[in-house]
């Protein structure tokens, strides 16, 4: 059907640049429902977790939605002495609350967080304060038991009058509350998750650097033969990446162990004379962790020696550099960007094992993916599992903001 007159001016009147911009929105649409399935996947199975996390880390409110009455009671409570008969009457109505509702137990895991041994005392304290009927409470209330006569015990139910607490995130760096609710250093015989986070550093930097130190030479080697060879080869790196993490380390269990392959060679060719200790311990862990990361590692760093042409070393050769001169004032720093990709990537996944320190490692050697875990499926302290978990992961992009800053993040190149 032929345009009438009307319909052809009204489409030559409209300008250029408004079609060019209807057909760019359109496209941008496309583009956004394309990929809004996986980001919606990432923000349900990412983004919100780590956001419950964080938020873990520091809300608890426990004592004020399990004693209402106490804590409503203590806002006006300065601190030093003990609290007023009103305040001990406050108790007593929430105890028997407690009692009837069967959260004794529930508040007495809480308190028992800060102080150990105190959810029996707590969980007695409920059965008993169910027969008082009258006053005075105060003096009823410390002689059922003397839990209720200490100021540190109100100086952590007063605290307990925010749904949000610093707790948990002190804990997990060897700091708590005192007496008097001041930020004090945990003894040294408690104080553990310090060295625990040092540990994890440590032993991610050994493995990182161990990985490079084998998979950079590797790296050459597999730039620089023909493409068929370096192929066959290159299957036999990823290969490992084709079994579970699992199943790699138990195969180091076998390796590893006193009777172990690697032991009974070395005592066949006379290198040793009795089994070496390689398991449960330092070493068996930077071993096999060295072997589940050294792929990745390896593939950054060869991905961008595959870009660096040859004649760049020849270049150099003719104009009289040495073999190792040219190589380390050429070569090397065209490497750098695969180098720091993979260095990054290795050590970021390092700070997170837990299987194989589990498995291979001594007491000694546990990384803090063990205590978050410990935290969850033990103790049922989700508190103390999030502080955790957002100190590493806060560790983990300070770290990435620092490397940006000093090497540049548009310099990497995963491949």
Known sequence: MAMTAVQINSTYRTPLRTMLHRVERRRKLEAFMLVLPLMLFILITFVLPLGRMMFNAVHDDTLLTRMPRTTAALREWDGHDLPDEAVYAALAGDLKEAGERGTAATIGTRINYEFPGAISQVTSSVGKASKLTSGPYKAALIEINALWARNDIWSLLKRGTSAYTAYYLLRSMDFHYGPNSQIVPLPRDTAIFQDVFVRTIGISLAVTLTALLLGFPLAYLLATIPLKT????????LLPLWTS???????????????????????????????ADLIFNRVGTIVAMTHIQLPFVLLPIYSVMRTIPPSHLR???SLGA??????????????????????LLSFIMCLGYYVTPALVGGPSDQMISYFVAAYINEDLNWGMASALGAILLTATLLLYYVFGKLIGVDRIKMG
């Not at 380390?249 to 032991?263: D, E, K, P």
């Not at 004032?329 to 990709?341: D, E, N, S």
Request: aromatic share 12%; glycine share 6%.
């Open 315 to 317: 270049a150099a050769r």
């Open 322 to 343: 040495g073999q190792f001169y040219a190589f380390w004032k050429i070569y090397f720093p065209q490497t750098l960007a695969g180098i720091a990709a993979g260095c």
């Open 245 to 275: 993490v699992l199943v790699r380390t138990a195969a180091w269990v076998v390796l590893l162990q006193q009777r172990g392959v690697i032991n009974e060679v070395l005592m066949a060719l006379h290198f040793i004379s009795s089994p």
């Open 230 to 237: 370096s192929n066959l080869l290159m299957i036999m790196v």
